[in-house]
């Protein structure tokens, strides 16, 4: 055998060998095959399309393998002088096409070749290790072992017939190295990558032993393959669904490894074996230069896709930055940005805070979409009526601003055109809803830095709302002070309580016509020691504002049925009355505290009485209804303050659980001159109205004999006002209760006649002396 392997027709012995070795390896490969084309099979029925596609691959891998061996079988025992070349070259053929439908089922079941690029980089990557692995093998162990046995070197002839089979070879060996490739870039499917890497080995190996002629590597070779297909077979079952795997490139310490070891390989070559470079040198050395080569171009592409792909998101998000998600406005950090670059110091510019009013009741009512919706309209509304060059912004929720490059005046004019572009109706869905906004204008002028510009526009903004919304306001120095003052008001309001700066001062109401005390109204009043006397109409609603009136209204509730309770004991027959505000009635446990707090003092309940104003009735009346319900059935009266003052309604009369009926001072008040007068018909109308309904009428805010006398004309049988007594503290108001209030004309009419009297005594007595 030793010299002349080439293509000599075969003996008795070398056929009987291969048809031993041969037959075994098909046998055993045709059967593993059966069950694994059942189970991938099945497999590729419930899964995906590109699993599906997967599973087939494999499914067809294993027996083409073994119909490479069953081709090779038949050649050999139909035709003996079949040489090793032809019969390595059946066997290689099967195992190239079996070793690339493994490569693509297993790539396709992992998902680790989610792209054609990713593809390319492992087929890349498996021709570098399979290359470098085929000729470290080649030059390192199969021609020292030939040159060890035969003792010559393959002769040209023979490498020739070599390469026939060397090439499925190689494809086998790729096919491991990608796998592997693959496997050590992505750890969460390595074992699997390895698991499909065996079987590309050992069908690698199938031509080589045939080609060999050695019966026991070839026997050992496809159950290899056999049992690593079964396994293979079985993992890919148990596989879950194809996941894109997008892992760094990391993989060049291995392929740099393998290129060196195959450099080796050729250097071992030219110093111990015959100094030449052979033709699979050469070829190697191609593939492999031709693998490094392709690998740089696709790192130099994907450097540059990279880079562009950086450059485009660096601009998406410096976009995205700068830019209102919703609305496409610029944001609050582009204002601020503009703001930084030139604004302060620079040509005139203005500043325009926006507030959408009622725009909460839209989410609240409608829904966050609607809301969006209408915010994005609102967007578009600024965006079509700003001038070229003005920057308009989102700042957040319902508040937009615009930087306009334009005097003050200018300005101004803007703005009133953009409240009435704001205050349209806006259209969504098919409904129509309104909305008002309120404006706050500020120029560069005002301010030194961004942080004051922004500052000025908010206060303005805030001064435009306090004043009634759906206007504009510029900003004054004087807001400011007005800011300060509410700011540090609110500061010392909170303590207040704590200090004992707050008092109660009592307001009779009297009977008519007799003028005697009926009732009181209780009032509070704040004296600060450095602010001096704050005003109600100032710090009420303040404390309303900053959610101090709870506190507020508990003392007054405290300190007014603590001296109720007193008068009460000194046998004084009079009711009390308590101003509440709308948010103390919205509390659910509102009604039980009173009771506790009247039981605590020892207070009939029908002595206290609650005044709420009308223009809380016009909000939320059924949940008015029922606190004042709860009141009234704790033994409570409830009297309706100001009435006239808003939106009276006289079904809310027949409505609401009231006792007392409270009629407005501008109802009572005389008329502006030239101006014809309405009072007495609009008292008397509402007199008779509350008697109709069986409510007691209080008429506020009387000044003047006359127009008592028309309420005690019209029929109304209590008042109270400054003509029968200011508001005082408990000890004056009690020296008023038992006694009869007139007015100074009536006291002084009284003088008059006393004096007259006098006068007529007197006479008499003079004539009677003179007459003695």
Not at 140 to 164: I, K, T
Request: net charge negative; charged share 20%; proline share 5%.
């Amino acid at each position: 055998m030793r010299g002349g392997t080439g293509s000599r027709a075969w003996g008795t012995v070398e056929f009987v060998s291969l048809i031993y070795a041969l037959a075994p390896a098909a046998a055993v490969c045709a059967a593993a095959a059966v069950p694994c084309v059942i189970v991938l099979s099945r497999s590729a029925r419930v899964a995906g399309d590109d699993a599906r596609r997967a599973r087939l691959w494999l499914a067809m891998a294993l027996p083409l393998g073994a119909l490479g061996l069953v081709a090779a079988a038949v050649d050999a025992i139909l035709s003996r002088g079949s040489s090793p070349t032809r019969l390595g070259a059946e066997v290689a053929a099967g195992a190239a096409l079996s070793a690339l439908l493994i490569l693509a089922g297993a790539l396709g079941v992992l998902g680790v070749a989610n792209s054609r690029r990713a593809l390319l980089r492992h087929v890349l990557d498996g021709l570098v290790i399979g290359a470098s692995l085929f000729y470290a093998g080649w030059t390192l162990v199969v021609e020292p072992l030939h040159r060890h046995y035969v003792g010559d070197p393959l002769p040209l002839r023979l490498q020739a017939s070599c390469a026939v089979v060397a090439g499925p070879i190689l494809v086998g060996v790729v096919a491991m190295g990608v796998l592997t490739a693959a496997g050590l870039k992505a750890p969460s499917v390595r074992r699997l990558c390895l698991v499909a890497a065996v079987p590309c080995l050992m069908v690698s190996a199938l031509p080589a032993a045939v080609f060999f002629r050695n019966g026991t590597l070839t026997v050992v070779a496809a159950l290899g393959y056999a049992l690593s297909g079964v396994a293979l077979t079985f993992a890919v079952r148990a596989a879950p669904a194809p996941r894109p795997v997008d892992q760094p490139h990391d993989g060049l310490a291995v392929s740099l490894g393998l290129v060196v070891l195959a450099g080796l390989g050729c250097v071992f070559h030219l110093l111990f074996l015959d100094g030449t470079i052979d033709q699979i040198s050469v070829a190697t050395a191609v593939v492999i230069g031709g693998a490094l080569a392709a690998q740089q171009a696709l790192a130099r592409v994907e450097l540059r896709r990279t880079t562009e792909r950086l450059v485009h998101s660096e601009a998406h998000f410096r976009v995205m930055a700068y830019t209102d998600a919703l609305t496409g406005l610029a944001n609050r950090r582009q204002l601020l940005n503009t703001l930084q670059e030139d604004v302060v110091g620079g040509r005139p510019r203005v500043l325009l805070a926006i507030d959408l009013d009622g725009f909460k009741n839209i989410n609240d009512s409608r829904g966050h979409d609607v809301g969006d919706a209408v915010l994005v309209d609102v967007a578009q509304r600024l965006r079509t009526n700003v001038r070229p060059g003005d920057l308009a912004v989102r700042m957040g929720g319902d508040e937009f601003a615009v930087l306009m490059w334009a005097p003050a005046a200018e300005a101004t004019a803007v703005a009133e055109r953009l409240l009435t572009v704001l205050c349209r109706p806006y259209e969504v869905d098919g409904a129509s809803m309104f909305l008002s906004a309120s404006i706050g204008l500020a120029a560069c002028a005002t301010a030194d830095t961004i942080e004051g510009l922004m500052r000025n526009a908010d206060v303005a903004l805030r001064f435009a709302k306090q004043r009634g919304k759906q206007r504009v306001e510029q900003y004054d120095l004087a807001y400011d002070q007005w800011l300060r003052r509410r700011t540090e008001l609110e500061h010392e309001l909170r303590g207040a309580v704590d200090r004992g700066e707050l008092m109660l001062v009592y307001q009779p109401v009297v009977h008519l016509p007799d003028g005697r005390v009926s009732g009181v109204e209780t009032l509070l009043r704040w004296h600060h020691p450095r602010l001096g006397t704050v005003p109600p109409d100032e710090f009420i609603p303040l404390a309303e504002e900053a959610g101090l009136i709870h506190r507020l209204g508990a003392f007054v509730l405290h300190e007014a049925c603590h001296q109720l309770s007193r008068w009460i004991a000194d046998g004084h027959d009079v009711y009390l009355t308590v101003n509440v505000s709308p948010r103390e009635l919205h509390t659910p446990e509102y009604a039980t505290q009173v009771a506790e707090l009247l039981r605590g003092h020892r207070v009939p309940p029908e002595r206290l009485v609650i005044e709420v104003t009308e223009h809380a009735v016009a909000q939320d009346v059924q949940q008015l209804v029922d606190r004042l319900t709860a009141l009234r059935a704790a033994g409570v009266r409830v009297a309706l303050d100001d009435f006239g003052s808003g939106y009276s309604s006289l079904g809310q009369l027949r409505t609401l659980p009231v006792d007392i009926l409270k009629i407005d001072r501008t109802l009572i008040a005389p008329p502006e001159a030239g101006s014809v007068r309405f009072a007495p018909p609009l008292a008397d109308v509402v007199v008779q109205l509350g008697n109709r309904l069986g409510l007691d009428v209080v008429a506020e805010g009387i000044t003047d004999e006359g127009q008592r006398r028309d309420l005690e004309e019209a029929g109304c049988r209590y008042a109270q006002g400054d003509l029968f007594g200011r508001p005082m503290p408990a000890e004056r108001v009690e020296a008023l209760f038992g006694a009869v209030l007139v007015s100074p004309r009536e006291r002084d009419n009284e003088a008059d006649e006393a004096t007259k009297v006098q006068n007529v005594g007197s006479v008499d007595s003079g004539r009677e002396m003179g007459q003695s």
